[in-house]
């Protein structure tokens, strides 16, 4: 641990309505690696622990006494990576993604159903979870609407190089 | 990867491309070109640049600038190109075909339009090749459609240098006489590298993608897909060796396109097997009517090939050839272009106006955008047609050959107002349509790329 915990107050941002994300995202591009991160807002930001446990941050909440909450996040190991861009997130391997909470196949749909189909799942389903999907090829258009909806999403081809395994982490961009 | 938005101008060129078409086709049921006139009548060149600048090539350059970033799975590089190109390749166009006219005497004015129109149509050209080119480097190496598409690119710069060579010669610009020695020999050439090397090549690039996409079938890289690969490159190479024979030695000419004319047909054996794989491994049954209609053009590319090989085989003559060109370029090219326009038309405008709200409210499928049952009927005679037609121009009946003109030109109309209705969502039903979604624009996708 290098050094204090470094604090943000959204409070503030939220009783005028604004979206915080913005910030926290960047607050977090500026940590240095190791350092924690103290969080007032509030209430309780539930998707932001997954998209924080993502990039391999715990998280600790604590309610105040006037409602608000306080939260820290402390890098699970030393070397934890600063955050990364978002665009990063489309990568396999730099991610600790909680498991997949629902799984479709959806390779023997024309396109463009598979898309229709993983983003109709999506909609249901809560900020901070996995959606797995198999497709039979890289889903290109998917991909912008993923993210124009603030979806993570990571993807590669199987070894076998026949499937292709997407991941989706629901709200992981936060729009 | 960060994936694909839409072609802004894609629309824009099979617009321009399908009026094009109609032009040339109304020509011929006029009796304009070919066998009405010469093989190498103005006239008929006239009609042969519409159909393969005017209609194929803006058809191409419009699914390409679609195609090649869903091929790469990055977004277009010199994004600023389509426009501008469209507009060089078109005024080239027109410019080129008045200077055809002025060689068959119907236009009297002085200035070299042939040359005018070819240094337009070379800009235009560069200004596609750059930014499909600069697309491509971004993946290396490139995937298996893209190295067709490349290789298609290297045909087209020799199709287009030899078309500016042509045209400084017939303008009167070469008083060095530089060109003379090509002018009447490199045109076969000319017409190879165009028909068999630009235009041939990316629809081979194309459908290895774009048939198992739609069918699902597996499109991993096929020995077959990479042997072909490799005939063609022998073939294009032997076709410029050709262009430089003509210079040096024309009597080496004919053994380089023999060669090339070898390569070629080793070609089609290998992509006629990547075909059949795609056909026979599909896991969706039932085929969509472009996939069938994809499927006849496939046939008249053998055919024509076969058509090809045996007339230069008996000695060349025009009917023959002018038979087995008409094939290749109607049946397969151009049955080809209808059939995939009839599927890309509709999924781009699906993507347009339902993309946004996919998942959140029910959505038609791409597949409710058109009504299969009343487009079928207009390519079937459209296939009829150009059979017929092929048949007219071996048995030398000038006649028939426009009466089957006209049907061709029906079912292309009856085709291109299909397209018309999925692209104004005309026919999707009433139960179906969200009502928040309104008709796209006609030729511009608005859904900026991403």
């Known amino acids: 641990m290098s050094s204090e915990p470094f604090e943000l107050d959204v409070r503030p941002v939220l009783r005028d309505g604004g979206e915080p994300f913005e910030l926290i995202m960047q607050a977090i591009g500026k940590l240095a690696p190791g350092q924690a991160f103290r969080l007032l807002a509030t209430f309780r930001p539930d998707p932001l622990f997954a998209v924080l446990g993502a990039r391999g941050y715990a998280h600790a909440a604590r309610e105040l006494a006037d409602g608000d909450w306080e939260i820290m996040f402390t890098p699970t190991n030393a070397d934890a990576k600063p955050a990364a861009r978002p665009e990063a997130v489309s990568t396999l391997d730099d991610a600790d993604w909680p498991a997949p909470l629902e799984e479709m196949d959806v390779r023997d749909l024309p396109p463009p159903e598979p898309m229709v189909q993983i983003l109709g799942r999506i909609e249901a389903m809560r900020p901070g979870t996995v959606l797995a999907a198999r497709l039979d090829r890289e889903p290109m258009f998917l991909f912008p609407e993923l993210a124009k909806r603030g979806h993570g999403w990571q993807g590669a081809f199987t070894v076998s190089d026949d499937i292709y395994e997407l991941r989706i982490l629901v709200d992981g961009l936060r729009r | ?450």
């Open chain 2, 1 to 450: 990867m960060i994936g694909v938005g839409l072609s802004r101008w894609t629309l824009a060129y099979f617009a321009v491309a399908l009026a094009f078409f109609v032009v040339a086709q109304t020509l011929m049921v006029l009796g304009f070109g070919f066998p009405g006139f010469a093989l190498q009548a103005p006239e008929t060149l006239v009609l042969v640049h519409l159909v393969a600048v005017g209609w194929l090539t803006l058809l191409i350059c419009g699914a390409l600038f679609q195609f090649v970033p869903v091929l790469v799975g990055a977004p277009l590089r010199q994004a600023w190109v389509p426009l501008p190109a469209l507009g060089l390749l078109t005024t080239g166009l027109l410019l080129l075909v008045s200077g055809f006219l002025q060689l068959g005497g119907y236009v009297i004015w002085s200035m070299p339009m042939l040359a005018i129109g070819a240094l337009l149509l070379l800009g235009g050209f560069c200004l596609v090749a750059l930014s499909v080119l600069a697309t491509f480097l971004q993946t290396m190496p490139p995937a298996l459609p893209a190295r067709y598409v490349i290789l298609a690119l290297l045909a087209l710069s020799g199709t287009v240098g030899l078309g500016v060579v042509f045209a400084f010669g017939l303008s009167g610009l070469d008083e060095e006489g530089l060109f003379a020695p090509f002018i009447g020999a490199a045109v076969p050439m000319h017409a190879a590298l165009g028909i068999g090397g630009w235009l041939t090549l990316t629809a081979i690039g194309v459908t290895h993608r774009l048939l198992p996409m739609f069918m699902l079938a597996p499109d991993k890289p096929s020995l077959p897909g990479k042997i072909g690969w490799w005939a063609a490159l022998v073939a294009i190479l032997a076709i410029l060796a050709a262009v430089v024979f003509a210079g040096v030695y024309p009597d080496l000419i004919a053994l380089a396109l023999l060669l090339a004319l070898g390569a070629g047909l080793v070609l089609l054996v290998f992509y006629g097997l990547d075909i059949r794989r795609y056909y026979r491994l599909r896991r969706r049954k039932i085929l969509e009517t472009n996939s069938r209609m994809a499927a006849l053009a496939l046939f008249c590319l053998f055919v024509a090939a076969v058509m090809l090989a045996i007339s230069l085989g008996m000695g060349a003559r025009s009917a023959s050839i002018a038979a087995s060109v008409y094939l290749a370029v109607f049946g397969w090219l151009s049955g080809l272009g209808l059939s995939q326009a009839y599927k890309i038309v509709p999924f781009m405008t699906w993507l347009e106006c339902y993309g946004p709200v996919m998942g959140r409210m029910p959505t038609p499928r791409v597949q409710d955008l058109v009504i299969e049952k009343q487009a079928l009927p207009w390519f079937l005679l459209y296939f009829a047609g150009v059979g017929a037609g092929t048949v007219s121009l071996l048995a030398g009946t000038p006649l028939m050959v426009r009466l089957c003109a006209a049907l061709v030109l029906t079912g292309s109309l009856g085709i291109i107002h299909q397209i018309y209705r999925a692209r104004l969502l005309k026919d999707v039903p009433e139960t179906l349509h969200p009502a928040a979604i309104k008709p796209p624009r006609l030729f511009v996708s608005t859904l900026p790329a991403t």
